[in-house]
């Protein structure tokens, strides 16, 4: 042995423990990924017992149809997401111009907003009584023509007000690493502006936009209530006919994987696509760090209308309507227990957001370190495949193999010490719903995570070596700190989402842990949509306050 | 220091938040996809008269029902309840309720209400009838569900989205009454008359027929009586279908499902699950619990809330709510071939 | 010819970032801004390429305006090339893309052949389809370079455009690069902090400090006729000898007579101190004045010696490397310059 060792120069000894330690990440990563993967196991399952006449059935009346529209409303939110997000980003990162600093924090506000929640206020708004229509008599007459906003284009129009934070977050955290310089590179080389930012801005920020769009785009997927308020059939509303209206939870399932085998056509698609380029960002070096574009004239006031408008669009107005439905009813509906709903988001969405955001990291590094290195880069792709289950479909996928773990547990427990050991129940506790959470809200966490750990150089590692820094040192003192804006958002996305999230709540929480989320669910079961703003205005609220504590504190580090 | 830190929080977590409470009083455990401000008083009117406390858990029929059956033995769950026979039927199907042997919830609850088998039973009567604008319908032009597929109709005619259980059962209904071919008919002429694309709920088809975007329409009663008991003048009107047969005699009746009950399979404490049943068919309970909704009591000797009562009576349809449950897939498909969306 | 003219500018009105300079640089002619870092130069290099909007003052190239009270050019309108520090190559582009990204108006074919001759003259021919990423220090400089040259720019910005290179590739890249430029016929104008670097390629040198331009004009005049103390520290070693003038080109010091044209004149008699390069202190074993030698850094060529006066005053020296003198030893000097660097002691 020790010949053997004596042989190695220290190179190759260097090689091979990065080697050791390289399959001991891909270790950790494959093992979270097969966390993750449960459900999809269970969905795999599922095909065991297909139902022939129910999957005609399915074929002939229902899928080609829903196939068509789900494509539609993917294609549009995804342009909507990727215009507002990136522009909006792009101007808040770069550009000087009045309330800016206030808009880089508020239009993140509508993330806090659930998807059902817009298109409620935004069909109360637009309806032939409502607000809207009112205003448009009063300048056209009586005789205006009535417009709704329905189908198609109330989905996308609500879907990208609610997920073009999402975009919109990872852009300005990327453009705001370019730095203006990108634009400056052009400009020196005779480009516009506008050509510099088509040409060099955007395509450097090409993995966070898609990383963005790809999450508004498995949400969108995963959408149940936005789609059903505007009364669009999408591959969701298939799923829960089958299971539902027709009782087949198998069929459910089987549909599910279908959705899921379409997110990842299109996520191994961008990536072809990507290619082998190196997305870096050109380093913004040195005392001269270029300035924001400071807009002069006119244009200063166009940013800010334009900024002030999607605010207005995605937040301000349903949140007056919100309000304007919740007033006459908040002597009947408000009391004590509602700190109780609010102390159960906060702690659900605060413990969550800690765990995924750690399980993120964990992840990230595992695609990282991993060697082989595509091994890596396949279980990051399989371990964040939860965010694009409609939320129902994973809570079952994560409660019936929690549930058999436990029989199993249990059945052991019973043949190693008799019928008088004790028993493990699972089910209805918070390990199976956290589970659920880190599950399907692995993805949210990873992305930006993943895209700020690029920023960590080979030769920054080394150096931070080279100064004695090794193991958790050097996570704590040099990858931490330039993680920091990517664990933030991290965890200020998992937060929302789980402040918002309703099926998986509603069907996995213990006895007593009742949400604003499921407040909400209370009053729109039975269609009481008015009485449902309560607790909906409650959600917006109490989510945003640490959202915004948060936000502005980075905000302030990067001024 | 992160490795230590993850399965030592999971642990806490795990062991501080196990089994359900199990205070010196007894408490039985609810699985209830009726939403809470409509079970909570009845709840706490029982736990006042008995002692006995109640956890429960709300959410939709099918996810509690997946929980149920995953739970297995396991299960805290003795009750289920839930807004529709349909689900209560599948429940039965998958065995996860017990069939209950009660003289009193036989008496009390009339045979179509509750399964032949008396895995569970019906609590409150959920009727699907006609809406229409009294100012531009005259209500002797009204008949049945059946009429509403008539060319007299066309392009007056509102309905909520198929996606909603009390639709699929009322074509169940209609499957049952008439096999498929004709139902088939029926749904076909209803598409044909829409005044509308589908509506997302029953409120909207209301405004609906109210604002004169349409004459007719298919709604939950009590939906029209929330409405109502919130503005009086609303221009809609019920009407009760299918009381007469062109022959004369007595009509197929208007379709009814029930917001039911069944104690589970496992319960841990089935004696008192099947007492809470039955006290929830006594005069008092079932005043409050159809009252807290605009619904109609399953006890007929229960007095109907006024507004309610203010609707006038009528027959109700004979098939046994089971039945519906039974032909509800057959509905859903049936409807989509239809293309009721 | 680059013509700039009272040039100010600031971020806040409490500091000023620029004041007042003016400049000429005539076409061909290479021209180097020196100054420590935060003096203002790299600000003014932006308001040539337009990145910055001075407060006040006028630039113009070749006879029209860039940057008047009614008038201002946006940097993409005024082609005008740019090297920068850290390079700023683009990532996500080949190094034919970024070499081609600015010659977005010739035809394809043009565009390729234009940027195969520029990485050509820089010596990168077989890169064209390399990534940035996979070239050295040196070669992603030298693709920078040709990326700013190939639109054949009026004027080429170069922003400390060797900081980040090691020094011995430095010495070669400047004669490199001198005579790409030359060759290429550019105008250029380079922001450095290194007067090895800006003697080196500079036709015309300026050195700044705290947003004026101390002096503007041929490196040779800068070095041995600076105008100010500071622009005399700055641009290379010397130490500080009190004397008394005393006449026409001749300073009384403690080493005697200094002999030289001064770059300024001096009045009769005044006390002055005089800057010593030191090339001026000259070893002479036949000198009766005797220095101690304290301490002497050997710089390949030469060594750069640390003397100490009888009066306990330091003064440096350049001794040949052939020298075999140890520290402590007493050597024999004398004085030989032949220009005059001289300030009264009032003067600053």
Avoid at chain 3, 67 to 78: G, H, T, Y
């Amino acid at each position: 042995m020790n010949a053997t060792a004596d042989a190695l120069t220290p190179q190759q000894a260097r090689a091979r423990r990065r080697q050791a330690g390289g399959r001991g990440w891909a270790l950790v990563g494959v093992l979270l990924a097969l966390i993750t993967l449960v459900p999809v196991f269970v969905v795999i399952g599922s095909f065991f017992q297909l139902d022939s006449e129910l999957w005609g059935h399915l074929r002939t009346h229902l899928l080609p149809q829903v196939a068509a529209n789900t494509l539609w409303m993917s294609l549009g939110v995804v342009a909507g997401t990727l215009l507002l997000g990136t522009g909006l980003g792009w101007l808040v990162a770069v550009c000087e111009f009045p309330l800016r600093r206030f808009f880089s924090i508020a239009l993140l506000l509508p993330m806090a907003v659930p998807g059902y929640v817009m298109a409620t206020a935004m069909v109360g708004i637009t309806e032939f009584d409502g607000p809207l229509h009112q205003l448009l008599r009063v300048f056209l007459g009586s005789d205006a023509r009535p417009w709704r906003l329905s189908g198609l284009g109330g989905v996308v129009f609500a879907l990208t007000l609610v997920l073009y934070p999402y975009v919109y977050l990872l852009a300005r955290n990327a453009f705001l690493s370019q730095g203006a310089r990108s634009l400056e590179v052009g400009q020196s080389l005779g480009a516009s502006r506008l050509r510099s930012f088509f040409t060099i801005s955007l395509p450097l920020a090409r993995p966070w936009l898609a990383a963005g769009a790809l999450l508004a785009l498995m949400e969108a997927l995963a959408d149940f209530g936005t789609v059903a308020v505007f009364n669009y059939d999408t591959f969701t509303t298939a799923i829960y006919r089958a299971w539902y209206g027709m009782f087949s939870v198998q069929s459910a399932l089987q549909l599910s994987g279908v959705l899921i085998l379409a997110v990842i056509i299109v996520v191994i698609a961008e990536q072809r696509l990507r290619g082998s380029r190196l997305y870096t960002s050109l380093q913004a070096g040195g005392a001269h760090d270029p300035r924001p574009i400071v807009l002069r004239g006119s244009l200063r006031w166009l940013a800010t209308l334009c900024a002030g408008s999607v605010f207005m669009l995605a937040f301000l107005l349903p949140a007056i309507q919100l309000i304007a439905w919740a007033a006459p009813n908040l002597a009947r509906d408000f009391d004590a227990r509602y700190i109780g709903f609010a102390r159960n988001s906060l702690v659900l969405a605060a413990i969550a957001a800690g765990l995924v955001t750690a399980l993120g990291l964990l992840l990230a590094y595992a695609t990282r370190l991993s060697r082989p290195a595509a091994l890596g880069r396949i279980t990051a792709r399989w371990a964040t495949l939860g965010y694009a289950f409609p939320g129902t479909v994973l809570a079952v996928g994560v409660f019936v193999p929690v549930a058999a773990a436990g029989d199993g547990i249990n059945h052991l427990l019973a043949l190693l010490f008799g019928e008088q050991a004790g028993r493990v129940v699972l089910t209805g506790t918070l390990f199976t719903l956290l589970l659920a959470y880190c599950i399907r809200f692995l993805a949210v966490a990873h992305s930006p995570l993943a895209s700020q750990l690029q920023r960590i150089t080979q030769s920054l590692d080394e150096a931070a070596r080279g100064m004695g820094e090794t193991g958790l040192g050097l996570l704590r003192r040099v990858h931490l700190p330039i993680l920091r804006r990517g664990l933030l958002t991290a965890g200020v996305l998992v937060f929302v989402d789980v402040m918002k999230e309703l099926p998986v709540t509603l069907m996995i929480r213990p006895f007593g842990w009742d949400t604003l989320a499921t407040r909400v669910f209370q009053m729109t079961a039975e269609g009481e949509w008015e009485r449902a703003a309560l607790p909906a205005l409650a959600i917006v609220a109490v989510g945003l306050i640490p959202v915004i504590l948060l936000l502005s504190q980075t905000e302030r580090r990067n001024a | 220091m992160r490795h230590a830190v993850l399965p030592a929080l999971l642990l806490a977590l795990l062991a501080g938040c196990a089994p359900a409470p199990d205070d010196n009083g007894e408490r039985i455990v609810v699985y209830s996809s009726r939403v809470e401000q409509l079970i909570q008083p009845i709840f706490e009117a029982w736990t006042r008269e008995t002692g006995v406390g109640i956890d429960f858990i709300t959410a939709d029929d099918q996810p509690l029902i997946q929980r149920l059956q995953a739970e297995g033995a396991s299960s805290p769950a003795d009750l289920l309840l839930t807004v529709d026979a349909g689900n209560l039927w599948n429940a039965a199907e998958r065995g996860l309720l017990r069939p209950l042997e009660s003289e009193i919830l036989d008496s009390r609850i009339p045979a179509t209400l509750r399964d032949p088998a008396g895995h569970w039973f019906g609590l409150s009567i959920r009727t699907r009838t006609i809406i229409y604008a009294p100012d531009r319908v005259d209500p002797a032009t009204l008949d049945s569900y059946e009429a509403l597929a008539e060319p007299q109709w066309r392009g007056r005619l509102c309905l909520r989205t198929s996606k909603k259980v009390y639709n699929q059962s009322l074509v169940a209904m209609l499957i049952e009454q008439h096999g498929e071919p004709r139902a088939e008919e029926i749904v076909r002429g209803w598409v044909a008359n829409l005044a509308t694309d589908v509506l997302p709920n029953d409120n909207q088809v209301i405004e609906a027929v109210a604002a004169g975007r349409c004459d007719v329409g298919i709604v939950n009663s009590y939906y029209f009586g929330r409405l109502v008991a919130q503005r009086p003048d609303l221009n809609a009107r019920l009407f009760w279908p299918n009381q007469q047969a062109a022959d004369g005699t007595r009509g197929s009746g208007v379709h009814v499902n029930v917001s039911g009950a069944g104690v589970t399979r496992h319960a841990p404490r089935a004696a008192l699950a099947q007492q809470f049943i039955e006290w929830l068919t006594s005069p008092a309970a079932q005043e409050l619990f159809a009252g807290l909704n605009y619904e109609y009591p399953v006890n007929p000797d229960v007095p109907l809330d006024p507004l309610v009562a203010s609707w006038g009576t009528f027959s109700q349809s004979q098939v046994n709510v089971a039945r519906l449950g039974e032909r509800q897939a057959a509905a859903v498909m049936l409807m989509d071939r239809a293309g009721y969306r | 010819m680059l013509e700039l003219d009272e040039i100010s500018h600031a971020y806040d009105s409490a500091s000023p970032v620029l004041d007042n300079v003016g400049l000429r640089l005539g076409d061909g002619e290479i021209g180097c801004l020196l100054g420590p870092s935060g003096c203002g130069k790299t600000t003014l290099l932006r308001c040539v390429a337009g990145f910055e909007i001075p407060l006040r003052g006028t630039i113009r190239l070749r006879g029209s305006w860039l940057v008047s009270p009614e008038l201002f050019i946006p940097a993409e309108k005024r082609r005008i090339g740019m090297v920068f520090q850290d390079y700023a190559l683009l990532p996500h582009l080949s190094v034919a893309g970024n070499v081609m990204f600015g010659l977005r108006d010739l035809a394809r074919s043009e565009r390729e052949r234009r940027a195969g001759e520029m990485l050509e003259v820089v010596g990168l021919s077989g890169f064209a389809t390399a990534y940035p990423h996979e070239l050295s220090g040196g070669q992603q400089q030298r693709v920078a370079l040709a990326r700013a040259l190939a639109p054949r720019p009026r004027l080429l910005l170069m922003d400390e455009p060797f900081a980040h290179l090691d020094p011995a590739l430095r010495e070669r890249l400047f004669v490199d690069v001198k005579a790409i430029l030359h060759q290429q016929g550019s105008t250029v104008l380079i922001v450095s902090h290194d007067p090895r670097e800006a003697f080196a390629l500079a036709d015309r040198l300026g050195v700044m400090r705290a947003g004026s331009l101390l002096q503007w004009d041929e490196p040779y005049t800068v070095y041995h006729e600076p105008t100010s103390r500071f622009v005399a520290e700055f641009v290379g070693p010397g130490a500080w000898l009190p004397g008394r003038v005393a006449g026409d080109g001749r300073i009384e010091t403690e080493l005697g007579m200094a002999r030289g044209s001064p770059q300024h004149p001096l009045a009769q008699g005044r006390p002055v101190e005089l800057l010593l390069r030191p090339e001026d202190v000259v070893s002479d074993e036949s000198s009766p004045l005797r220095a101690r030698l304290v301490e002497r850094v050997f710089r390949g060529g030469d060594f750069l010696c640390t003397l100490a006066l009888d009066s306990g005053r330091q003064v440096y020296a350049t001794l040949s490397s052939q020298d075999d003198h140890d520290a402590g030893d007493r050597i024999g000097i004398r004085l030989g310059p032949r220009h005059l660097v001289a300030f009264e002691t009032s003067e600053p």
